[in-house]
């Protein structure tokens, strides 16, 4: 059973940075793919980035891309997600997945095991 943690949301003015960190325990974190989603009020739950087990390769949404990075350190269990120039649409709850192929997939169905999601809200 692998659990996640996520740490470092809160609230930030726009233009602002926040870098979220989710720590695994359990399992094999060094090969699994990890991803970064979010849910905003009334809104479905929506790929926000993934990294491979190696760290590889990186993917993001057209949304985030340029602004967010994820990063990974497997000795630590660690992944992250740096974002920068925050806007008010980037408030959400962020989730931490893990994907057992270690591809870092974008969509849900494909992520096995879930944090319990922490609060991001961009003031305007």
């Known amino acids: 059973q692998v659990q996640l943690v996520e740490s470092g949301g809160g609230l930030v003015q726009a233009g602002g940075s926040l870098r979220l960190s989710c720590v695994a325990s359990?399992?094999?974190?060094?090969?699994?793919?990890m991803g970064w989603f979010r849910q905003a009020p009334g809104k479905e739950r929506e790929f926000v980035s993934a990294?491979?087990?190696?760290?590889?390769?990186?993917y993001y949404a057209d949304s985030v891309k340029g602004r967010f990075t994820i990063s990974r350190y497997n000795a630590k269990k660690t992944v992250w997600l740096q974002m920068n120039s925050l806007k008010p649409e980037d408030t959400a709850v962020y989730y931490c997945?893990?994907?057992?192929?270690?591809?870092?997939?974008?969509?849900?169905?494909?992520?096995?095991?879930w944090g319990q999601g922490i609060q991001v809200t961009v003031s305007s």
């Open positions: 997945a893990a994907d057992l192929s270690g591809l870092g997939p974008r969509f849900i169905y494909e992520y096995e095991y």
């Open positions: 359990g399992g094999t974190f060094s090969s699994y793919g």
């Open positions: 990294i491979t087990w190696s760290g590889g390769n990186t």
